[in-house]
Nanobody
Framework: QVQLVESGGGSVQTGGSLRLSCAAS????????MGWFRQAPGKEREEVAR????????YYPDSVRGRFTISQDNAKNTLYLQMNSLKPEDTAMYYC??????????????????WGQGAQVTVSS
């Protein structure tokens, strides 16, 4: 059973940085992609970063491209999200997730079967 545990959330001022970590266990080569998602109160869940585990390729939406970086440390089985130049609109609960349904479905949030418990990020102006 895949387990994902996030850490590293917190509160920062506009322009600050935070790094989220996601410790993964119970999985092997079956994971095709891992991603970070966020959800703010009253808003839909939004993907903010995606990593294709076999190629290392990444994807970012326009809202965070150039500010957020997703990476993985295979030796530690840990996924990271480095967030720089944070804005108040980045305030949300952030979740890491993993999918094993094939690369073609990595862009579909419903394909992610494994989710962490979430880490709160609050950016004040």
């Amino acid at each position: 059973q895949v387990q994902l545990v996030e850490s590293g959330g917190g509160s920062v001022q506009t322009g600050g940085s935070l790094r989220l970590s996601c410790a993964a266990s119970g999985y092997g080569s079956s994971i095709d992609c891992m991603g970070w998602f966020r959800q703010a109160p009253g808003k839909e869940r939004e993907e903010v970063a995606r990593l294709y585990t076999r190629t290392g390729n990444t994807y970012y939406p326009d809202s965070v491209r150039g500010r957020f970086t997703i990476s993985q440390d295979n030796a530690k089985n840990t996924l990271y999200l480095q967030m720089n130049s944070l804005k108040p609109e980045d305030t949300a609960m952030y979740y890491c997730a993993a999918a094993s349904t094939g690369r073609a479905l990595c862009s579909v949030s419903r394909a992610y079967a494994y989710w962490g418990q979430g880490a709160q990020v609050t950016v004040s102006s």
